[in-house]
């Protein structure tokens, strides 16, 4: 479980969050919504330890991330996959390289293991074949499964997608929401996604929470989400909708 209470963070005296408190249960898949420039990528960075905020604390399972030592923080942040927005892949890697980039940086396996578990991964997003291209040989939608693969070769607790789907048309972008619930449901990671599709989001998330001046204003299921009479949450999913 992850929960964030009372986090606070400001950049040349702008506030951009002003006491976020929200709740996360193990194996949820929760959509961050909002405004662009709203906070949602701060909000991520601080959950996954890149950022340390001005005032409030984020637990995993109970433990305080904020109080942790380097090498507690660095047990925590291995149980985490990462899917950045762009997919930030390495230009000078093939595919498998770029897959397999984790195992070799932080296990010892053996080669054999590591060439069957990148296989794999490449199987259960849907790439056959592209082992040896590199990222400038593949699709953008690609590019995405080839991130998520990355981000599934540890087999983390929890994985974070900063706007997963940016950039790419309807139909590559509805068939990689496709694609997180499938390996969501064959994995049981944690998911939290940062993400401005609405209401495509709606399909992916078990719960929805919207980030407006600094607060969540609104946390649902997504159809409570859809339904929610604060005027901000309703015009701002209406517009989306529209």
Aim: proline share 4%; aromatic share 6%.
């Amino acid at each position: 479980m992850i929960q964030i209470i009372g986090l606070e963070k400001s950049f040349d005296g702008q506030k951009v969050l002003q006491g976020v408190n929200m709740t996360i249960a193990d194996r949820e898949v929760v959509a961050i919504i909002g405004e662009s420039g709203g906070g949602k990528t701060v909000l991520l960075r601080h959950m996954i330890g890149l950022m340390k905020p001005d005032k409030g604390s984020i637990m995993v399972d109970g433990a305080d991330m904020l109080k942790m030592s380097k090498g507690e923080l660095d047990k925590v942040r291995d149980r985490f996959g990462i899917v950045f927005q762009g997919s930030a892949l390495f230009d000078s890697m093939t595919i498998f390289e770029n897959v397999v980039f984790p195992l070799r940086e932080k296990t010892d396996y053996a080669e054999s293991d590591i060439l069957d578990k990148g296989r794999r991964a490449l199987e259960d997003v849907g790439l056959k074949g592209v082992d040896e291209k590199y990222p400038s040989e593949i699709s953008g939608g690609m590019k995405r499964r080839v991130a998520l693969a990355r981000a599934l070769i540890l087999e983390p607790t929890t994985i974070f997608f900063d706007e997963p789907t940016t950039g790419l048309d309807p139909i590559i972008l509805n068939s990689i929401h496709r694609l997180i619930i499938n390996t969501h449901k064959k994995y049981g990671f944690t998911g939290i996604i940062i993400s401005h599709e609405i209401p495509e989001i709606f399909a992916v998330a078990d719960k929805v929470a919207m980030l407006y001046g600094g607060r969540i204003v609104a946390s649902g299921t997504p159809d409570e989400i859809k339904s929610e009479n604060d005027p901000v949450v309703k015009q701002f999913v209406g517009a989306s909708c529209d």
